[in-house]
């Protein structure tokens, strides 16, 4: 198999609090193929958004720890100093966040943002060739009359048309990764919908790989080819998407997708009973325990790793082959 694009090792992100240390993320450990969408799912308060800042290298200011290795082709994000993280931030690594107003300045035109990227990645351009690629981009990700929008501000576009804008913004760039934090999370359905069609559609023209974070279980069921599912700031299952839906071996996954089927029948959101891990505990059992069906006594002793169980499948529980064979 060729070598992933992203490897990354026992990462740990905590924060300083008022209440002591949180643990955000701890010891997180996951690859990403070359060309391929990872779907990342778990219910909010997971280390989500934690994962991709860390990625970026843009995490909140009171983080105490940041340990472990973020190799993107090889090159440890982690070890970069902050001059060396900018050159590839919003170049070689680009974000899409969930509400385009946080990123779009709202002072200067979709154009004039468009160009701004091309020009890091491509300085010396004639002004009618970045225009001519400006508006290439906003054709491509599926806004009408891309030329009359070059010359739009951010508030004079939809919802719907502003987050176009930020993908277009993100892959001007022509980035190795691509992460999208809960992209359509403010969007309603239909446009959501339209979003998640546009990733696929992309995904013909870019070569580099994606991360397409979500709550929604059934969105990444869609667009991913890979899933890794969070939990308390552990991953605790991955594998190819179909077949960790089809199948999966970790009770939180198997939690997860109860919900989804309820919503179905019911309408009403589904929720699994319990909370979320408070980031200040310090993990003696296994971080599901608390809410598991399953749990055992020797599941109090310790996080378990992430384990391959078969060939491209983990999960992180010791009791996967009896309780979900
Ligand atoms: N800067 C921070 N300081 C303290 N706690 C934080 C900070 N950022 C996030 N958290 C906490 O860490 C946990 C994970 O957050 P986050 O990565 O945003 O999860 P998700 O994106 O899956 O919802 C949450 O409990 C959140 O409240
Ligand atoms: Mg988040």
Not at 99 to 106: F, I, R, V
């Amino acid at each position: 198999m060729a070598a992933p694009m992203v490897s990354i090792q026992d990462l740990v992100v905590d924060a300083s609090t008022s209440r002591g240390t949180a643990h955000l993320l701890r010891g997180v450990s996951l690859d990403i193929g070359r060309g391929r969408i990872l779907g990342v799912v778990g219910e909010s308060g997971s280390g989500k958004s934690t994962l991709a800042s860390a990625m970026l290298r843009l995490l909140p200011p009171n983080i105490s720890r940041l340990s472990g290795q973020i190799r993107l082709d090889g090159l440890d994000l982690v070890a970069l100093a902050p001059a060396e993280m900018e050159a590839i931030r919003g170049r070689r690594v680009a974000m899409i966040f969930q509400d385009p107003m946080t990123a779009l300045n709202p002072l200067f035109t979709v154009g004039l943002q468009l160009i701004d990227v091309l020009r890091r990645r491509e300085p010396g351009l004639r002004r009618a060739d970045e225009l001519k690629q400006a508006e290439a981009m906003l054709a491509t990700v599926g806004i009408p009359d891309p030329r009359l929008r070059l010359a739009a501000y951010p508030h004079q576009l939809s919802g719907g048309m502003r987050q176009r804008v930020m993908i277009a913004m993100a892959l001007m760039a022509q980035p190795d990764l691509l992460l999208a934090d809960e992209p359509t999370t403010a969007l309603d359905a239909t446009v959501e919908a339209q979003i998640v069609e546009l990733f696929d559609e992309l995904r013909q023209r870019f070569s580099g790989s994606i991360v397409f974070i979500s709550h929604h279980l059934g969105l990444v069921a869609e667009l991913c080819d890979d899933l890794c599912v969070m939990y308390g700031g552990v991953i605790v299952e991955s594998g190819p998407v179909t077949e960790v839906l089809a199948r999966p071996r970790h009770p939180y996954t198997r939690a997860l997708l109860d919900c989804e089927i309820d919503d179905d029948a019911s309408g009403r959101l589904a929720s699994i009973p319990g909370d979320v891990p408070d980031p200040l505990t310090v993990l003696t059992g296994c971080v599901f325990a608390p809410r598991c069906p399953h749990a055992a006594p020797r599941c109090l002793q310790g996080q378990p790793p992430l384990m391959e169980l078969e060939p491209g499948r983990r999960a992180a529980c010791i009791r996967a082959d009896e309780v979900l064979p």
